[in-house]
Antibody
Framework: EVQLVETGGGLVQPGRSLKLSCVAS????????MSWTRQAPGKGLEWVAS????????YYPDSVKGRFTISRDNAQNTLYLQMNSLRSEDTATYYC???????????WGQGVMVTVSS | DIVLTQSPALAVSLGQRATISCKTN??????????MHWYQQKPGQQPKLLIY???NLASGIPARFSGRGSGTDFTLTIDPVEADDTATYYC?????????FGGGTKLELK
């Protein structure tokens, strides 16, 4: 059974940093691209970052480029999201997702809440 | 960026057909595939993939769900609608970065 378990969320002040982790199990982690997608309270979904299966390439939308860094440790089956210079608009539930089938997101974690507020 | 437009809400009766539309401002087809996907999200839960590449049923999804379309016009159909289908449905394109989602369609029962 595929499982994605996120940790690391919480309350953080604007301008500070936070690092999310996602431990994957039930599949061969290093065979898949992985991604982070977020959802602000009461709002829709926004893709945040993706990383190739080897970790050699990463992709971001302009809204987080230069502030967020996605990375992975294939030996530990773990995906990370380092978030710097956090803003109030980064407040959201962050989901770890597996990319498959034409870059759809075929499995999602339960999500972790990040609140950016003073 | 590719913009995906969905109607905010749809109300249907139990046992009837629900058709949810998603229109894009750019073609999302590429080499014979349409890079459009559909998700279901129930309150308090993570999204679930229903349909990938416009018409392929994801693993474990009942055949009541189907997708069709190409180019810039896509639909998700649920037939027949069951009570458990009340949720918000999102389309997503992966033709071009940044990958983008529609605003979601909330399906309610009449």
């Amino acid at each position: 059974e595929v499982q994605l378990v996120e940790t690391g969320g919480g309350l953080v002040q604007p301008g500070r940093s936070l690092k999310l982790s996602c431990v994957a199990s039930g599949f061969t982690f290093n065979n898949y691209w992985m991604s982070w997608t977020r959802q602000a309270p009461g709002k829709g979904l926004e893709w945040v970052a993706s990383i190739t299966n080897s970790g050699g390439s990463t992709y971001y939308p302009d809204s987080v480029k230069g502030r967020f860094t996605i990375s992975r440790d294939n030996a530990q089956n773990t995906l990370y999201l380092q978030m710097n210079s956090l803003r109030s608009e980064d407040t959201a539930t962050y989901y770890c997702t597996r990319s498959n089938g034409g870059s759809s997101f075929d499995y999602w974690g339960q999500g972790v809440m990040v609140t950016v507020s003073s | 960026d590719i913009v995906l437009t969905q109607s905010p809400a749809l109300a249907v009766s139990l046992g009837q057909r629900a058709t949810i539309s998603c229109k894009t401002n750019q073609n999302v087809d590429y080499y014979g595939n349409s890079y459009m996907h559909w998700y279901q999200q129930k309150p308090g839960q993570q999204p679930k993939l229903l349909i990938y590449l416009a018409s392929n049923l994801a693993s474990g999804i009942p055949a009541r769900f189907s997708g069709r379309g190409s180019g810039t016009d896509f639909t998700l159909t649920i037939d027949p609608v069951e009570a458990d289908d009340t949720a918000t449905y999102y389309c997503q394109q992966s033709r071009n970065l940044p990958w983008t989602f529609g605003g979601g369609t909330k399906l309610e029962l009449k």
